[in-house]
C-alpha cells in the first residue's frame, strides 16, 4: 500500500494551459505539504495544509491554488502555467505540525512546460 | 540565499567503506537537523535526525555528528552497501519561523 501517492506521475504541457496535481496519504497525517524541486535541485516548500487548513504559503504565485477536500488530500491546482514552473513537484505527510516531525512523501510529479 | 549547502555533489565509496557526507549551514536558528534519502524515480524518505543539544546520533550503520561551533553536519554509513546508492538531502528547521530548508542533496555511489 503507497503511503502517499501522488498522480500523474508525469505531466506534459503547453504554456498557457492549466494543469491539477493530486495527492493523496493514507498514514492518517494531519499535516500535508506541496514541494518543488527546481533544476538546481532545490527542495523548497510551497505549501502546508493542517486538517485542511492553511498553515503555510511561501511566496508562490497566486496562480497556484492548493485545495484540500479532506485531510487525507492535498490537490495542487496551477494557473496560465508557465516555462519556469517546470519542475517536480512533491507532496508529503506528516503527524503533525512541527518540522521535527518525520514527513513521508509522494513520488513526485514532474511537471514539463513547453 | 541558500542557508543548507551540500557542497559534494557526488561521492563514489568502495561497498564496505565509510562513506561521509557533509553539510554545512549557515542560519544559527536551526535547532533540529534531519537527512533523507531518495531514490530514482521516488520521494525522499527519512533516515536519521539529531537535534541541536546533541552531537551525535546512531542508528545502526547511520550517525550522523553536529558541530555547532562549526555549523556543520555529517552523516556517516559504515560499512556502505550498494543499496546505500541514492541522493541524501541535509534539511535543517528553524525554530523561529518553522521551517524545513533543504540542501540540493549528494549522490552517493557504493561500488563493489
Known amino acids: 500500500d503507497t503511503a502517499v501517492s501522488q498522480t500523474p506521475k508525469y505531466l506534459v504541457t503547453q504554456m498557457g494551459n492549466d494543469k491539477s496535481i493530486k495527492c493523496e496519504q493514507n498514514l492518517g497525517h494531519d499535516t500535508m505539504y506541496w514541494y518543488k524541486q527546481d533544476s538546481k535541485k532545490f527542495l523548497k516548500i510551497m505549501f502546508s495544509y493542517n486538517n485542511k487548513e492553511l498553515i503555510i504559503n511561501e511566496t508562490v504565485p497566486n496562480r497556484f491554488s492548493p485545495k484540500s477536500p479532506d485531510k487525507a488530500h492535498l490537490n495542487l491546482h496551477i494557473n496560465s502555467l508557465e516555462l519556469g514552473d517546470s519542475a517536480v513537484y512533491f507532496c508529503?505527510?506528516?503527524?503533525?505540525?512541527?518540522?521535527?516531525?518525520?514527513?513521508?512523501f509522494g513520488p513526485g510529479t514532474r511537471l514539463t512546460v513547453l | 540565499d541558500q542557508q543548507v549547502k551540500q557542497n559534494s555533489p557526488s561521492l563514489s565509496v568502495q561497498e564496505g567503506r565509510i562513506s561521509i557526507l557533509n553539510c554545512d549551514y549557515t542560519n544559527s536558528m536551526f535547532d533540529y537537523f534531519l537527512w533523507y534519502k531518495k531514490y530514482p524515480a521516488e520521494g525522499p524518505t527519512f533516515l536519521i535526525s539529531?537535534?541541536?543539544?546533541?552531537d551525535k546520533n546512531e542508528d545502526g550503520r547511520f550517525t550522523v555528528f553536529l558541530n555547532k561551533s562549526a555549523k556543520h553536519l555529517s552523516l556517516h554509513i559504515v560499512p556502505s552497501q550498494p543499496g546505500d546508492s541514492a541522493v541524501y538531502f541535509c534539511?535543517?528547521?528553524?525554530?523561529?519561523?518553522?521551517?524545513?530548508?533543504f540542501g540540493t542533496g549528494t549522490r552517493l555511489q557504493v561500488f563493489p
Open positions: 534539511a535543517a528547521r528553524s525554530y523561529n519561523t518553522d521551517k524545513l530548508i
Open positions: 539529531i537535534s541541536s543539544i546533541k
Open positions: 508529503a505527510s506528516s503527524p503533525g505540525q512541527d518540522f521535527k516531525d518525520t514527513q513521508y
